[in-house]
């Protein structure tokens, strides 16, 4: 089953403003388990990032069926973790 038949994505702004015209402000960024309603994955990033980061999960979650979509970026979750604290 594709990855969007058992996720939602949600893209909440926190402004009006077009996320290039307000870098500085803060979205989220939650994918939803349609079943459950419990977030699985969930991002705190700039305007800018989050329009990106958002644009690239809809394409998965489009493309990818659940269980690649969740090792996907669960694992892009870990490499940025990493990449900031240093594999431990």
Do not use: Q
Not at 41 to 50: Q, S, V
Request: negative net charge.
């Amino acid at each position: 089953m594709k990855a969007n038949r058992g996720y939602r994505l949600l893209h909440t702004r926190a402004g009006r403003r077009p996320a290039r015209l307000d870098p500085t402000r803060i979205d989220h960024i939650e994918v939803v388990e349609v079943a459950s309603g419990e977030v699985v994955l969930f991002w705190d990033l700039p305007a800018p990032d989050a329009a990106r980061r958002a644009r690239r999960v809809r394409e998965d979650l489009n493309v990818l069926e659940i269980d690649e979509f969740i090792d996907r970026w669960c694992a892009m979750d870990l490499d940025a973790v990493d990449a900031i604290h240093g594999p431990e």
